[in-house]
């Protein structure tokens, strides 16, 4: 399982710190990513990371913004959002992919095996 926290309700310019908590897989063995979903768009993806952190993969809207890490004893994947824009405001989603190779990041949601349950972001102008 996948649980996703620490959205909310911040203005433009502000930051948030998005957290996933994951149970019940061997976390170490997943690549993981965000993804995000706004109202009346398809799910889009916003960030990745490798299985070890290594390796990380952004959307070019979030470049420069946003920093994705990860904790594998923890089982935990992190988010920071930084100088957030107003066309951040979605509902964002964690997600497990397994990842046989140590560099493998997905950039599609299909790849992806396990979800959370998205977390609200709004980004007030």
């Known amino acids: 399982q996948l649980q996703a926290s620490g959205g909310g309700l911040v203005q433009a310019g502000g930051s948030l710190r998005l957290s996933c908590a994951a149970s019940?897989?061997?976390?170490?063995?997943?690549?993981m990513g965000w993804f995000r979903q706004a109202p009346g768009k398809e799910r889009e993806f916003v960030v990745g990371?490798?299985?070890?952190?290594?390796?990380?993969e952004y959307a070019d809207s979030v470049k420069g913004r946003f920093t994705i890490s990860r904790d594998n004893p923890k089982n935990m994947v992190y988010l920071q959002m930084n100088s957030l824009k107003p066309e951040d405001t979605a509902v964002y989603y964690c997600?497990?992919?397994?990842?046989?190779?140590?560099?493998?990041?997905?950039?599609?949601?299909?790849?992806?095996?396990?979800w959370g349950q998205g977390t609200v972001v709004t980004v007030s102008s």
């Open positions: 997600a497990a992919r397994a990842a046989r190779r140590l560099g493998v990041i997905g950039l599609a949601a299909h790849e992806y095996d396990y």
């Open positions: 019940g897989l061997t976390f170490s063995a997943y690549s």
């Open positions: 990371i490798s299985r070890s952190g290594a390796s990380t």
